[in-house]
């Protein structure tokens, strides 16, 4: 059992959970073939979806390696080697996320994820608005007009909770084909 069966304990039967400062909101996940995922939208308005890797897994051993950017380095596990076809590719891989901060056991299960916030992904603004309020909406409208292009047709589409729960199916299934 990953520490997403308890950040969905956590979530319990409410329709969403939103950690104080809201920062993320947990719309859900659950397990798929015995593999554990999470789907949240983050405060751009877009969603991500983890997916913890089993420790048995050839891909929990993938090293953490140290990169630079702005010129300071900084220490990555290189998700750009494992071999995983996504929405926008894998954007996500380590042991520590903010929400394993909310449980009150030490979690350090191997989390690979991606998100919902590349070319043609628009916001979703009505979700957001439900789970962060009207406020947070006015504060990032702003933001929000220059990735929604509802003026023009550009092929632009909300990455739905359906949508993300697919895409974790489908990396399970790559990750079930990679260990056989």
């Known amino acids: 059992m990953s520490c997403i069966t308890e950040i969905l304990k956590l979530k319990g039967d409410k329709e969403v959970l939103v950690p104080d400062g809201k920062w993320i909101a947990v719309e859900g996940g659950g397990t798929y073939k015995d593999h554990e995922y999470l789907i949240v939208l983050n405060t751009s308005g877009h969603r991500c979806g983890y997916i913890a890797i089993p420790s048995d897994h050839p891909y929990s051993q993938t090293p953490e390696e140290t990169r630079e950017l ?9 998700y750009d080697s494992l071999n995983i076809d996504v929405h926008g590719g894998l954007t996500f891989m380590s042991p520590d996320h903010g929400l394993k901060d909310l449980l009150p056991i030490p979690c350090t299960d191997m ?13 979703d603004v009505k979700m957001f608005r439900k789970y962060f309020g009207e406020e947070e ?13 509802d003026d023009i047709e550009t092929g632009q589409t909300v990455k739905d909770f359906n949508y993300v729960e697919q895409q ?9 084909q990679v260990a056989a």
């Open 70 to 78: 702005c010129g300071r380095p900084y220490q990555h596990y290189d």
């Open 168 to 176: 974790c199916h489908n990396v399970i299934d790559q990750l079930i």
């Open 137 to 149: 909406v006015e504060k990032k409208q702003s933001f929000f007009n220059a990735i929604n292009h």
């Open 111 to 123: 989390w690979i994820g991606f998100d919902c916030g590349h070319y043609l992904d628009k916001c």
